[in-house]
């Protein structure tokens, strides 16, 4: 996968953002885009084009997001479709209030921990049938639009069903990781027929870049989705089909499980970061990370710093490590254990947690600052916003990019894997248990100021997405950059927390620093002698697409350069 390439500003010592190699100004890979009445941001151009088109032609920002979200599930397998889940965060211009969506799936009701035990397990797999959960994305499109929407979901899903039967070129990007998926997922049923092409010889592959790639299951079973709604998903014959394939393959996903799903809408949740109100939603996703990272380094004069100085670089990542051990401790499923929200992203609690940090030592180990008392009880983001100040965040996800590797005969998508996020471990808050919601990676995002919708925007990519929220805030907040420098600059990466997922050992090493290529070797010396272990990674550092509100009117998109995507409006 190319990586970004970035050279460094000649302005400062330690300055690390991309610049002009004549005059030491900043720049991006490309400009900001304006429009002055709709806008969309998505990974992939069609999947953009299709946003567009169905607001020129009456429907709302939500039926935008909607139909660009179907088309992704099929241009861009490698990250999501309707075997995953969703979250959302919606501006309503009527109400002037943010709602959040949460989309996501239970464990199949007749899979124990008893039966982890039973295995031999201490981690849940990462593909094949017990790590598969309830996938809510259609509930969550059908929720918002009931909500929101003004077209028909026929009229939604049409273009998405009209690309999968006529086909569309792959892009570069996309076209890697599913090249890479294919090795490791084509031993589960119903994969290769579904999502392989014939390489030759006796060969399966994914489809190379400019190929054109169909797949009429999928546009089959979105016809069956749009003519019967959410039902012909969860409790019609899309339902019996999941059923029989899993009892025939060692699963435990059934009917009972589909038809029983729901999805949820909940309160965003925020914390001011100078001046800016910074939204998420609340667990059992982990985008409150985000706000306790922001609130430990609100102290700081990071633009005294300067972006890409040690100190920089330095505080965002022992800020990352101290919010990360209390995601490890806390963050769950609310129906089985109500993480201390209010108290984790308040001021308070961040001025105590802050008293962790030194200006001279990375930490080697960050204990949580909450103890859980039990109560009973890979991705893509695209935003979007319309004419009348409506503004969708939204991340859809399989989970490991393609997920399970499981995919029903005749149905088109693959299963996403997201159980595997589940702890073996009998008392953790996050816990397997039957009918349970898994910790969840994926998180949208969202700004306001004076209580005003600024910005719409998400990083998608793992354990990178609370990282990637922070930095952007702090790259427009912090350092002045625009929207799309913000994105551009090069990013962090922490890797080596204690994981809420798993067996996994508590962090005693400080972990591993990735940075991104160009940061100056003043600040990685820098912070080696601090008692940091950089490394410089190819690819880990997530997918960034943006809206903001134009003061002058309209809206400014930016997209990500690291991946296929394009920010365009009209």
Known sequence: ??????????????????????????????????????????????????????????????DAAIAANAALGLMEPTGNGVGGDLFA?????????LLGYNGSGRSPKSLTLAEFQRRGLTDIPPHGPLPVTVPGTVDAWFALHERFGRKSMGENLAPAIAYAREGHPVHEVISYYWNRSV???????????????????????????????????????????????????????IARTIDAYFKANGGFLSYEDLAAHTGQWVEPVSTNYRGYDVWELP?????????????????????????????????????????????????????????????????????????????????????????????????????????????VSLIQSNYRGMGSGMAPPGLGFIFQDRGEQFVLKPGHPNSFAPGKRPFHTIIPAFVTRDGKPWLSFGVMGGAMQPQGHAQIVMNLVDFGMNLQEAGDAPRIQHDGSTEPAGQGTAMSDSGELDLESGFSYETVRALMRKGHSVRFADGPYGGYQAIMVNPNGGYIGASESRKDGQAAGY
């Open 1 to 62: 996968m190319r990586t970004l390439l970035l050279t460094l500003a000649l302005t400062t010592p330690f300055a690390a953002q991309a610049a002009d190699r004549v005059t030491g100004q900043p720049f991006a890979t490309r400009s900001e885009v304006y429009a002055p009445h709709a806008m969309a941001a998505t990974s992939h151009p069609l999947a953009t084009q299709i946003a567009l088109d169905v607001m020129k032609s009456g429907g709302s920002a939500v």
């Open 89 to 97: 965060i919606v501006w309503d211009p009527r109400s002037k209030k």
């Open 183 to 237: 090795p490791v997922l084509s031993k589960w049923p119903g994969y290769s027929e579904q999502f392989t092409v014939d390489g030759g010889a006796g060969q399966r592959r994914g489809p190379r870049t400019g190929e054109m790639w169909k797949n009429p299951n999928l546009a089959n079973t979105l016809t069956k989705i749009a003519q019967g709604g959410r039902d012909a998903f969860y409790k019609g014959e």
């Open 283 to 391: 667990p059992n996703g982990q985008g409150i990370a985000a706000l306790q990272i922001l609130n430990l380094l609100e102290p700081y004069d990071l633009k005294r710093y300067g972006f890409g100085s040690p100190e920089h670089v330095h505080l965002f990542t022992e800020a990352k490590k101290i919010a990360f051990a209390d995601r490890a401790a806390s963050y769950a499923d609310p129906d089985f254990y109500r993480a201390p929200t209010a108290r984790l992203i308040s001021k308070e609690y961040a001025r105590e947690r802050g008293k962790l940090m030194s200006m001279d030592k990375a930490a080697s180990a960050v204990e949580p600052g909450v103890i859980p008392e039990l109560n009973e009880g890979d991705t893509i983001y695209m935003t979007v916003a319309d004419a009348d100040g409506m503004m």
